[in-house]
Nanobody, 123 residues
Framework: QVHLVESGGGSVQAGGSLRLSCTAS????????LGWFRQAPGKEREGVAS???????NYADSVKGRFTIFKDNAKSTLYLEMSSLKPEDTAMYFC?????????????????WGQGTQVTVSS
């Protein structure tokens, strides 16, 4: 069983930055498709960024150029570096994982999820 734990959320003013982290029980970052998702109150969950086992990344159009997804296999940690934050980025952010070594799009099916970390951006 894969257990994911997010951290790094918080409150920040518009234009600010935050780095989210997602640590996993066990070594899962090699051979896994990983992603960050978010869900705002009253809205559907949306994909933010994903990274394939071999490193290729995908981003939602709304975050391209502002967010960066990367991982540290040695630390079994996934990151989401967020900059130029906007109030519309306010949401609960979740990391997700799926054992898959191929292409890793935001539309992939992820079976392992963390509990989420809240990000609030004020104007």
């Amino acid at each position: 069983q894969v257990h994911l734990v997010e951290s790094g959320g918080g409150s920040v003013q518009a234009g600010g930055s935050l780095r989210l982290s997602c640590t996993a029980s066990g070594y899962i970052y090699s051979g896994y498709c990983l992603g960050w998702f978010r869900q705002a109150p009253g809205k559907e969950r949306e994909g933010v960024a994903s990274i394939a086992s071999y490193g290729t990344t995908n981003y939602a159009d709304s975050v391209k150029g502002r967010f960066t997804i990367f991982k540290d296999n040695a630390k079994s940690t996934l990151y989401l570096e967020m900059s130029s934050l906007k109030p519309e980025d306010t949401a609960m952010y979740f990391c997700a994982a799926e054992k898959w070594i191929g292409y890793c799009p935001l539309s992939a099916t992820f079976n392992y999820w963390g509990q989420g970390t809240q990000v609030t951006v004020s104007s």
